[in-house]
């Protein structure tokens, strides 16, 4: 089965979700992502505070997309034999503490328990006087990315001794991919400046979460890739597929009225009348990617 | 390391939690708990169904403890080669929907993703107008236990063939094990009659358990093994150590300065002033239990 499927037979609706967070109250914001062994990272490429940090920001995140900051997490430690041991969990929660510092985050609560392999759930509560979901897009919006894409992939590559690029990119993109950061108080002064319609975080890559998006807003979505920072640089390494597809990248895809010009944003398109379209361009020519990006059960 | 070390070393406090549940702003109650192959449950004892409904449960308990009701739940599914298979997914699935609708509780969110091991994490968001915690017990107060106390042990004992109990125990018991039900409508009645000082259910076994009560609320809890429903009968398959180690009953053991006389409910003991001690007497003798219960790591 899909991932999609599953998400199906469990919410019997539009299995695409429409937002990273779920608003209570119209106040607060509340995410989960769970991160597991051999599946989203690897023990012998990540240590454990890699892993710590990798856990705190991919579920900051989606509150930093959601338009809030965090306040409270919770967190279910299923701890396999290697790493429930002193030295692993010591420096694991040494550093997961440091990260929610960072970002005032209370530790309120969990569960600890033996998994056989490691699995570990973090949720976090959030405060927002503006809940930004991903259906607010509306034709005539402009299109925004933060940062650049495909580093996560490039990095993965790297780690899987299947390519080795530049020395800039060959330790950024090792960077990107075991320690991503989110984008959260960037995206504050962001959603304090503009108007932003619509929001959503880049875990499963460009190609698939735009057509989150796009549809979300029942807008269609034109993209020009050649607007896209850094493309050519890193296509180079894993084609524009693969740069379409990266996931876990954290950056932030956003839909706003409002003409930006920041540093550190770059505007890759716009939303048109239409329902839950995405088409791309590079060099004045449709593209149609070859790859769907990444599905955990096909 | 020990549960109780882990916990600490994220906490830097005393370990032993003050509630089941987070409360946020006086009027939400926030819990988190996983379920994990061969850990909480293995797959050729328990159908997806048991499965679905033990994660349902077990969570809902916690909020039953902190005197709210349930409303919104994020599902984390670590679905492995075996549990990701159509048949299984659909049946777990149905059962975790109707489980969720019988409790009048909306699925917000949650993640799906590949696990070597199943690991499944249920978060539930709670309404209450009056949180209980496990804080504030007081001397003088009533000690009552919601059921009886050492099926879930014994259906333990019996799926792996270690006991052969009376035929009834043995259905009661397999049933407490695999399906154990929360009490959660029962103790709305409770609170809703009755002042409550402290709550908590019982997943740790009643040893553990009534010390991390009686240490939160600053109370010496004084417990009457002989006033304990069916403690001889279940004791003569597990003994008396059995049964006050026995996990994930889901039963609630709550402080109230009001004489309860309920059906379901029995008064077996009481707090007296003190600071974080239990004493246990069966037969007007004091007994010290030589099992501890059940720790994950030690």
Not at 89 to 99: G, M, P, R
Not at 271 to 286: L, M
Request: aromatic share 10%; with cysteine.
């Amino acid at each position: 089965m899909t991932e999609e499927d599953i998400i199906q037979l469990f919410f019997n609706k539009n299995a695409e979700p429409k937002s990273d967070c779920y608003v209570l109250d119209n106040k607060y914001l509340v995410t989960t992502d769970s991160i597991s062994e051999n599946t989203h990272f690897k023990t012998n490429w990540s240590s454990p505070k890699d892993i710590a940090k990798k856990l705190v920001e991919v579920n900051v995140s989606d509150i930093a997309a959601g338009g809030g900051i965090p306040t409270n997490a919770f967190l279910n430690l299923g701890l396999s034999k290697k790493t429930s041991k002193k030295t692993w969990i010591k420096e694991f929660s040494f550093e997961l503490k440091k990260n929610l510092k960072f970002y005032s985050i209370e530790l309120s609560g969990g569960d600890t328990y033996y998994s056989e392999n490691t699995n570990l759930t973090l949720t976090l509560i959030g405060k927002t006087n503006h809940p930004v979901n991903r259906t607010g897009g509306k034709a005539g919006d402009y299109l925004y990315i933060t940062g650049d894409l495909g580093l996560s992939e490039i990095g993965f590559q790297v780690l899987s001794k299947k390519i080795r690029p530049d020395f800039v990119t060959y330790k950024n993109s090792i960077e990107k991919h075991l320690r991503p950061v989110s984008k959260l108080f960037f995206m504050q002064d962001i959603f304090h400046k503009y108007s932003i319609n619509a929001s959503m975080d880049i875990t499963d890559g460009l190609f698939q979460d735009s057509l989150k998006l796009a549809k979300a807003s029942s807008v269609h979505l034109k993209i020009n890739l050649d607007q896209l920072p850094n493309l050519e640089r890193y296509a180079k390494y894993i084609g524009v597929e693969g740069v379409l597809s990266s996931g876990e990248e954290l950056e932030i895809l956003f839909l706003s009225s409002d003409r930006i010009v920041e540093s550190g944003i770059t505007e890759i398109g716009n939303a048109e009348k239409g329902n839950g379209k995405v088409t791309f361009t590079q060099n004045g020519k449709k593209i149609i990617p070859k790859s769907k990006g990444f599905f955990h059960f096909t």
